[in-house]
């Protein structure tokens, strides 16, 4: 395992654990054909996404004021040779043995009512049942029973529920579809990094969220951060936020569920077109903040006209009414896209050439995650 940061707290903080497998050297044509490991082969969107997922941690939650990161533990493993780094420092590779090792020590770090937990693997993933998923790392293939390199995400998430960290949070980007070659077994037979204990629930508040839904495939682009983790990352930025009675932004954990799920169909048309959906499973009560904003967040727009022909003359304008900030005049033949504070504002729309009626519409709430308005306008 390789600790990037651990302040010894036991005060309100975010213990967190990254998790990445890119390279997979016991799987395709080292394999046994026939298997379900002759199938698989390196994914080139993991090392990128899981440095980037630990690098923000670092970056923007370390020094929160709500709650600000106490430790973090990285793994990853790259496709191909080389070795992953964060923050300048190289990590160690996510085999079984590190992140038995790794999990230990992030269990003991959060366990105190006050820490939140934090989870995030990406990687090879498949399932039996809905509650028999399986995270494979590094080491999957490598012996006999092939998921003795790989880990029971259900049986994880419920062994922590004996962990004393107020809120938990798990986030699992990888594929949940169903192999034909699993299906004969009565299990997977993937294992946990910690024993069910027995022992009552302490968990308070409880967020697993999926880039995708069960029996279905994950999604990304080669050698990219994927789609949901910048989804994730948007969401904790300010997208999950509201203000609250003293004019200050706070990301709330029951707000991140549905603001990943928009969030993500902006990043990925496959997300937008259903064919990926982000799998939900949470307990999570009101005012359980993660992170406190020093401004209003920047949210992501989208602006056009109807009918379409309208949008190729029409100048678009938007201004802030709480302090007069303007964004535009924005001509161009396709819908105007950008980000703008949060806050109320008008959008105007006009013809230096003629040919539409103008239009404007005041007191428009711009809010997270994600704002869209089409201006149905009117020929001359």
Not at 16 to 41: K, N
Not at 264 to 290: I, K, Y
Request: charged residues 20%; proline residues 8%.
């Amino acid at each position: 395992m390789t600790t990037l940061l651990n302040r010894g707290v036991s005060t309100p903080a975010m213990h967190a654990l990254v998790i990445g497998v890119g390279g997979y050297p016991h799987c395709g044509r080292s394999a046994p054909r026939g298997s379900l490991a002759f199938r698989l082969g390196d994914l080139s969107t993991a090392q990128p996404t899981a440095e980037t997922m630990a690098s923000w941690l670092l970056e923007t939650q370390q020094d929160d004021r709500a709650l600000p990161l106490g430790s973090l533990e990285v793994l990853i493993t790259p496709s191909g040779d080389g070795s992953a780094a964060v923050a300048g420092e190289t990590v160690e590779r996510a085999r079984y043995g590190n992140v038995e090792k790794a999990v230990d020590l992030w269990y003991e770090r959060c366990d105190n009512p006050s820490a939140t937990s934090f989870l995030y693997f990406v990687g090879h993933g498949c399932a039996r049942t809905r509650h028999d998923q399986a995270l494979l790392l590094e080491d999957f293939a490598a012996r006999r029973n092939p998921f003795d390199g790989a880990v029971d995400s259900g049986r994880l998430v419920e062994a922590m529920g004996s962990c004393g960290a107020g809120t938990q949070l798990f986030f699992f980007d990888c594929c949940r579809h169903v192999p034909e070659e699993v299906l004969p077994t009565t299990a997977l037979g993937a294992r946990s990094p910690i024993a069910l204990s027995g022992d009552p629930v302490r968990r308070t508040a409880l967020l697993t969220l999926h880039s995708t839904w069960h029996g279905t495939p994950a999604h990304g682009y080669r050698g990219e951060s994927t789609p949901f983790s910048r989804a994730l990352r948007d969401a904790l930025d300010g997208g999950a936020s509201w203000p609250g009675a003293d004019g200050v932004w706070r990301v709330e954990a029951g707000e991140l569920a549905g603001s990943v799920r928009r969030l993500h169909e902006r990043h990925d048309p496959a997300a937008a077109s259903g064919e990926v959906r982000t799998g939900v499973e949470s307990e999570v009560p009101t005012g359980v903040v993660l992170r406190e904003l020093d401004t209003p967040p920047l949210v992501p727009f989208t602006v056009d006209c109807v009918p379409a022909e309208a949008t190729r003359t029409a100048e678009l304008l938007l201004v802030r009414a709480e302090d007069g900030t303007r964004l535009g005049p924005r001509s161009a033949p396709d819908p105007w896209t950008g980000q703008a504070r949060a806050g109320v504002y008008e959008l105007s729309a006009h013809f230096p050439q003629g040919g539409w009626h103008e239009a404007a519409l005041p007191l428009l709430p711009l809010m997270p995650p994600a704002f869209r308005r089409d201006l149905h306008l009117e020929q001359l």
